[in-house]
T-cell receptor, first 110, second 115 residues
């Protein structure tokens, strides 16, 4: 099935460092979303973006909807231990369904 | 308000068997979507139900089916199980049919292992 290209696949960082991950697609999406999934849980929505060029923050998280509508990035500033988990991007478009990236596994060394 | 609940949480089945998974949406939500999550394929959309009708469907074989009841609870069924069906099956509920994706709230999933 269709998937988004999400990178990096994994990140190993020190506590306090900033994190950046991105997603690209060959298709245009009307909405870009970023989720976090903890072990044994379903994905939880972090940020939703609705317009090309939009830059949105949620606490230490900042995400942008690319101008071409085919990409998005997520930044996490000053990482803390509870940021550990798997982050997914997702696009929602004309097919009226969520299409997900493969995920970025974030590991933080204290 | 209680979240999305899925039962059972864990299940082990044998190849060739069939399985039924259940999802109870958030109270007041009328749309239920199902997703399959595997290490190789990631999160893949299966189908969406609203008002007991399938509104959208992903690219899965006919062995995967679902239904929704009048109280919005949903079940999905997989017949003639294959080893590749081992996955985390996630259910997400939303108040209405999804228009932007941000209205969906995910349950904890059912971990299905096929041996």
């Amino acid at each position: 099935g269709q998937q988004l290209n999400q990178s990096p696949q994994s990140m190993f960082i020190q506590e306090g460092e900033d994190v950046s991950m991105n997603c690209t697609s060959s298709s245009i999406f009307n909405t870009w979303l970023w989720y976090k999934q903890d072990p044994g849980e379903g994905p939880v929505l972090l940020i939703a973006l609705y317009k090309a060029g939009e830059l949105t923050s949620n606490g230490r998280l900042t995400a942008q909807f690319g101008i071409t509508r085919k990409d998005s990035f997520l930044n996490i500033s000053a990482s803390i231990p509870s940021d550990v988990g798997i982050y997914f991007c997702a696009g929602f478009g004309g097919a009226q369904k969520l299409v997900f990236g493969q995920g970025t596994r974030l590991t933080i060394n204290p | 308000k209680a979240g999305v609940t899925q039962t059972p949480r864990y299940l082990i089945k044998t190849r060739g068997q069939q399985v039924t998974l259940s999802c109870s949406p958030i109270s007041g939500h009328r749309s239920v979507s199902w997703y399959q999550q595997t290490p190789g394929q990631g999160l893949q959309f299966l189908f969406e139900y609203f008002s007991e009708t399938q509104r959208n469907k992903g690219n899965f074989p006919g062995r995967f089916s679902g239904r929704q009841f009048s109280n919005s609870r949903s079940e999905m069924n997989v017949s003639t199980l294959e080893l590749g069906d081992s996955a985390l099956y996630l259910c997400a509920s939303s108040p209405m049919v999804s228009f932007s994706g941000d209205e969906q709230y995910f349950g904890p999933g059912t971990r299905l292992t096929v041996t």
